[in-house]
């Protein structure tokens, strides 16, 4: 059976946005000024719509939300090989809102922005390789 091109629609364009969101997160990396929160947010919102992208492709309803635990318990239980590369990235979760705003908290570090990259491309490559090549961004 066929899956519905709505489906097959909306799970590209999710990919396609978070492979957006991951290259955003790149340049904001090299940036000659310091863009290192719009880099960690990037990262963060890369995650997001990789794993919600998993969730559309299986019919899996899931609520507005930047929360990852939220999006990726549903994820991995579909497919537990999941769990690994979705766990280590729970983290990311702060990126949605922290340094976004004003507020009491320092900027966060390269190292730690570049490590909230990696963990954004692990979730991307891991929903990618279980996806159909038709749906694929790349």
């Known amino acids: 059976m066929q899956p519905d ?47 919600k992208a998993w969730l559309t492709w299986h019919g899996r309803p899931f609520r507005k939300t930047h929360d990852l635990l939220e999006v990726a318990t549903p994820a991995w239980e579909l497919d537990a090989t999941l769990q690994p590369p979705l766990q280590e990235a729970l983290v990311l979760t702060q990126y949605a809102w922290k340094h976004r705003y004003p507020g009491d908290w320092s900027p966060p570090r390269k190292k730690e922005v570049r490590d909230a990259l990696r963990l954004a491309q692990a979730v991307y490559r891991a929903i990618e390789d279980r996806l159909p090549e038709s749906v694929r961004s790349r």
């Open 5 to 51: 091109p709505l489906v097959i629609e909306e799970t590209k364009a999710s990919l396609a946005k978070a492979d957006e969101d991951l290259a955003a997160s790149e340049l904001c990396l090299q940036a000659s000024r310091s863009l290192l929160a719009t880099a960690a947010f990037h990262a963060q919102q890369a995650a997001e719509k990789a794993i």
